[in-house]
Each structure stands twice: as C-alpha cells, then as structure tokens.
C-alpha cells in the first residue's frame, strides 16, 4: 500500500563534486536527509566483521543471505530501522538515498528498503561501481519494499541512490525491480526526488526496455529516455516541489563549479530559501553528511555528519576511519528490544522515545535560539566555532601540516561530540 496522503511533503538532495569541479583534488559527497519531522536519526559505526558462512542477516523487515565479510561503516540512519539514510565506508564509498515515484507501481509487500539496500552496499563493496552491483543484485533477487516511516498508515516508496568514491560517482534510479544507472567522471551533479537519467543511461536492467514496451509506456522506435517513459505523467505536488529544489540545487553548484569544497557543500545544505534545507508540515531535514574523498589514495577520506536536525543550526563533525574509530554514546538512540514497536505486529501502534543524548541537548538549544536572542546567538557561534576547528583540522591534514596517530585521528568524531555535548550543557 502507498502512502494515504499522496501530496505529503518528503525530500532528499544528494550533491556530489568531481574534479575539476572541486577546488581540490577530491570528489565531494552530500546529503541532507529530509524525514518526518520527530524522527530522531543516530549516527551508528560498524567495524569490519567476519561471518558465519550460511548465516542470515535480519534487515528492517526481513532476512537475506550474509556475506562472508563486511567492512566498516558509518551510518546515518533513522533509530528504528536497520538501513541507513547515508552513510560511508572504510574504502570511501558515499551513498545517499531518495524517495522516488514512478509508473512501475509500489509494491504492499514488506521486502527491503532503500535504506537497507544503501547499508548492504556500504558493507559490501569497495567502489562505487561495485556497491552499484550489490544493490541491483539485491534488488533482483529479494525486491524493494515496506513502509518507510514509524507510522502506522504505511508509507511506500521507489529509491534512487547517489554512490560515489575517490575516483568517481553513480546515480542509480530504481522501478521496482527495473534500474537505470549514469556513470559520471567528472563535474557537479545533484539528484532530488524525481528520475534525472534521460538518454544518458551507462547501465541498465536487461528487461527494462521490453518491459516498457509491453506496458505501451515507449513504442520502441524513438530515442530511450528513461526518465521520460518511466516518471508519472500526472506528477503529485512532492515531485513538482522537486523540481524546484533539483533546479536550485543544480544553480548553487554551477555557481561554484571549479570551487566547491565541504564548506561550499554544507552551505548548499543550509540553503533554506530553495527548500534544500526542509522545514515543511511535517517533515524536515533531521540529518546531514558531507564527505571529502581525496584522489590520492593515501590520503583520508574525511566525513562530517551532525546527527541532528536542520543543518543551518547544527555541528558538522568529522569522522575518520582509523584505529580508534569506535561508537559515540552519545549520538546512539536507546533500543527496545523485541517490545520495539516497529518489530511487533501490527507495527507502530505505540510510539517510544528514540532520542539520544546529543538530540536532546540540541533540541533545548534550538529553543534557545529560537526563543532567547542573545542567549541563542551565543550558542551559534560556539558551533560555529566548533565546526570550523573540524574543518581546518581536515584542511591541515589533508594538506599534510597536520598528522596525528591513528588513534587520535579515530577518535576525532567522538572528541567533537563531546565537545558539542558540553556546549548544550
């Protein structure tokens, strides 16, 4: 079943620089992750892992087959669910997933989320190009599907991913079980609720032609456009509203085409006027990422994410993958056990607090700022002042003025979120 509410506001927009488009020699993810507008999202490290050969693995809703080795990952994601909104791993792959509608119908049956497939492919691959592969081989074989918010009117959705790595980027747009893929090489590029792949497909499903022949929806003679023959004709005002953000989105990138570094990339994300930071109704954004995946495979890939809401008051904080990489508390929400209800059935009749430690000294500084003038510009600047301290550390150590032991450089996020923690105290 679909959404009850098919106008209902919802958004992502996922950004991502390639040289020469970067000031520097790197590929720049982003995301912000625009959610129902309660929904607490944590930001979760896995370390590699070996496993049992056979075993299963219980994703959001339900169990595939696990893999023999999975790598480590950083993860964005909503508390209740297994998949994650963006997140990174060990190798610098970026993923960031969207909500998409197109003519091929929304399935009612429970299978894997967007979310689901976007973490098996961060746990899974070493390229972009490879997660890429994991995601439509799952796809094929176990289907998407499952309401994708705490509610119990189900909420249902298609996927469209932006995956990038040190060298490159993909989007993948789905339909089902049907995909299209664009490989880009080089530029700016921005994807935001609606299928952006026209006649420039790199890859695609073997059935994806014929079976838009077969639904009458291409007649087989004319140029394949894939977003043309597969995007609604009578598009819902979410997806009109994505047109708009897509185009400002594309805007504030070809303004800084050649310049665009992770500062340039969280100030898109702050950007309230084209709606690319949400705060609408019921949703907005509720977590942001940006990644710096340097060329020189030497180099550190550096991730900020704030694990809070609306990125124009929040801390971009940097994450490295190193030795002393391990789990903030602080940024992790509570668990229920087998009395969570999102795993009894019916699922979500009853609701539970899912807020963590950082989201709740956040939220009473967001009142303050809202609420007290002076008070709340105080408390702006001191994350200002934090966020910045994260990114002059990233700039010395990318340029080498600045090298730390791995424990330290693994310790970084958990050091700012400390940091954070106590300037709500």
Known sequence: MASSNPDAPCSCDCFVSVPPASAIPAVIFAKNSDRPRDEVQEVVFMPAETHVPGSQLQCTYIEVEQVSKTHAVILSRPSWLWGA???ANEHGVCIGNEAVWTK????????????????????RSSSAQEALHV??????????????????????YHNTFLLADRTEAWVLETAG?????????????NISNQ?????DISAEHPELRTHAQAQGWWGGQSTFDFAQVFSLTQQPVRMEAAKARFRAGRELLQQQQGGITAEVMMGILRNKESGICMDSGGFRTTASMVSILPRDPTQPCVHFLTATPDPSRSVFKPFIFGVGAAQAPQVLSPTFGAQDPARTLPRFQTQVDRRHI?????????GLMESE??????????????????LEAARELLAGEW????????????????????VYA
Request: proline fraction near 5%; hydrophobic fraction near 35%; charged fraction near 25%.
């Open 135 to 156: 995601i439509t081989g799952l796809l094929e074989r176990y289907g998407q599907g499952g309401s994708c918010r705490e509610d119990p009117t189900p909420f249902c």
């Open 104 to 123: 091929e119908p929304v399935g009612e049956g429970e299978a894997l989320l967007g979310m689901d497939l976007l973490r098996l492919a961060l746990e």
């Open 177 to 189: 079980r049907l995909w299209a893929a664009h490989r880009i090489q080089e530029g700016a590029h």
């Open 373 to 390: 003038q002076g008070q709340g510009q105080q408390l702006r600047q001191k994350q200002r002042d934090l966020e910045q301290e994260g």
């Open 195 to 199: 299928l952006s792949i026209g006649t």
């Open 358 to 366: 950082l989201y709740r000294g956040h939220q009473v500084a967001l």
């Open 85 to 87: 909104e963006m997140g």
């Open 403 to 422: 090298a730390p032991p791995p424990q330290e450089l693994g310790g970084l996020f958990q050091a700012f979120v400390e940091r954070e923690s106590q």
